[in-house]
Structures are given as structure tokens and as C-alpha cells.
């Protein structure tokens, strides 16, 4: 053991606990982040309902024509389930393509001179419209696959 | 398989099924191109089931934290 105690601290075992816990545990989003909560919540729904919409589509598009109702449904609902999940994907995009300019949680002086350095606030602008013009498109499609699938 | 790799399938299907989607739909009014809508929904079955095999994997067998 060396004399100035440095054995003793490094040796000294804490007993540490993860407050995090596993991912399971979702629920507690909805205290103080209701949109991540949702998302977490459909992506649980959406991973099983995924492998099912897939099989149901593949048996409609190869085998079966007349079935096309209930994969028109299953598309609805699918539509529905991705709907959190590709908001946020585009999101994360966004911010990714805009180095976190937009939508991240950088602090306010590296935003303030990353925006002198990257960014002028029309740059700023269009990044944060990405996600939203991406989800109105996605509503129109939605509409057009309600009206026009046939 | 590494697990980057599998991610990357997540990522691809993530995006790619709600675009293809969208181009499904937005095509599903003009019959002379059926076809086209045809090949793009069958890789949006393909997708789905890529999506939901790799979303499973993650959130229900891969979930717990690794304890230190």
C-alpha cells in the first residue's frame, strides 16, 4: 500500500447504484418528457406490429389481391404506430445535419458561436421547419392512401 | 453479426419505410404506373419485417442496462 493512501481510495469499493435502470421501465417519461414517452410507448406496440403488417403485406402483394381491405387497414394503423417514430428520426436528422443548432441541448454560448460560425437564422429557420414540412407531407400521403388505394 | 450492422438495417428501415410509403401514396392516384407502386410496396413488406426484427431484438432482448 503506498504511504500517501492512494491504495486505501482506489481499493475502497462503493457500492454503486443505477437509478436509470433498464429501458423497460418507460412510464416514468410521461413526468417530464410526454413527447418521448408517447414515442417509446408506440415503438413497443410498433416492433411487434411491424413483423405482423410486414407478413400481412407480403401475402397480400404476392398471393392474395382481393385481400387488399385489410391491408389497406393494416397500412392505417401501421401509418399510425410509425407515425412518433419518424417525427423524431427526422428530427434527429435535422439536428444532426444543422450540428445541433436546432432541437439539441447544447449550452447557450457554443449554440450563440456555433450560429456565428455555421448559421445565419434563416439557415436556423429551415432546419427547424425539416421535421414539420416532413410531417404535413406525411398527413397528405396519409390521405391520399385513405382515399386513392385501391 | 456485429451490432452496428444491425443498427444500421434500424436505421435504414427507420427512414426508409415512411418514405416509400409516402411515394406509394402519393403515386396510388396515376393507374398507368401500378407497377412501380407494386415494387415500392413490397419493399415496404420486406422493410416492416427487417424493421420489427431488429426493434424486438432491441427493446426487448437487448434493453437491460449492463451492470457495471
Do not use: C
Request: glycine share 6%.
Amino acid at each position: 500500500m503506498a504511504a500517501d493512501g492512494e491504495g486505501v481510495l482506489m481499493s475502497s469499493k462503493k457500492n454503486l447504484k443505477d437509478m436509470r435502470d433498464g429501458q423497460k421501465r418507460i412510464s416514468r417519461l410521461s413526468r417530464f418528457y410526454v413527447a418521448a414517452y408517447i414515442h417509446m410507448l408506440f415503438n413497443r406496440i410498433l416492433a411487434f406490429y411491424s413483423i405482423i403488417y410486414g407478413a400481412i403485406m407480403l401475402y397480400y402483394l404476392l398471393f392474395s389481391s382481393p385481400a387488399y381491405l385489410i391491408a389497406k387497414v393494416a397500412t392505417a394503423i401501421f401509418w399510425v404506430l410509425i407515425t412518433p417514430q419518424f417525427f423524431e428520426t427526422v428530427k434527429g436528422l435535422s439536428m444532426s445535419w444543422s450540428r445541433g443548432m436546432v432541437f439539441g441541448r447544447l449550452n447557450d454560448e457554443y449554440i450563440s458561436l456555433i450560429r456565428k460560425r455555421y448559421g445565419s437564422s434563416f439557415k436556423v429557420s429551415v432546419y427547424m421547419m425539416i421535421p414539420y414540412v416532413a410531417i404535413l407531407l406525411w398527413s397528405m400521403a396519409f390521405v391520399f392512401m385513405v382515399v386513392f388505394w385501391r | 453479426m456485429k451490432a452496428a450492422y444491425i443498427m444500421l438495417f434500424g436505421y435504414i428501415t427507420m427512414i426508409g419505410i415512411p418514405v416509400l410509403l409516402m411515394l406509394s401514396s402519393f403515386l396510388s392516384p396515376f393507374s398507368s404506373i401500378q407497377i412501380l407502386r407494386y415494387a415500392l410496396n413490397i419493399l415496404v413488406g420486406i422493410g416492416a419485417i427487417v424493421y420489427g426484427i431488429v426493434a424486438v431484438r432491441a427493446i426487448y432482448l437487448h434493453s437491460e442496462r449492463r451492470k457495471p
